[in-house]
Nanobody, 126 residues
């Protein structure tokens, strides 16, 4: 069993930056691709970014490409999401996820997620 705990969310002005962290416990996630999803108020959950088990490959939603960067530190069992140039439309609860394989495209699909975190809220004011 894997437990995922997100941190780093909060209130930020448009144009600002935040760094989210996702700490895994219970067992190592170094063999899993990892991803970030988000759910904005009144909207469906959507994919944000994913990273392969080694960190060598990444994928992003078009809406965040060029502004967000996903990374991982397998020695610390932690995944990060650096969010720059934040916009009000980035306001959402952000969830960390562990995929069921090593490849990032699998982790980008919600039905292939093996473990979910509890979420951390991000609020971007205009």
């Amino acid at each position: 069993q894997v437990q995922l705990v997100e941190s780093g969310g909060g209130l930020v002005q448009a144009g600002g930056s935040l760094r989210l962290s996702c700490a895994a416990s219970g067992r190592t996630v170094s063999s899993y691709a990892m991803a970030w999803f988000r759910r904005a108020p009144g909207k469906e959950r959507e994919f944000v970014a994913a990273i392969s088990w080694s960190g060598g490959s990444t994928g992003y939603a078009d809406s965040v490409k060029g502004r967000f960067t996903i990374s991982r530190d397998n020695a610390k069992n932690t995944v990060y999401l650096q969010m720059n140039s934040l916009k009000p439309e980035d306001t959402a609860v952000y969830y960390c996820a562990a995929g069921d394989s090593r490849s990032w495209p699998a982790a980008a699909m919600a039905h292939r997620v093996a473990y979910w975190g509890t979420g951390t809220p991000v609020n971007v004011s205009s």
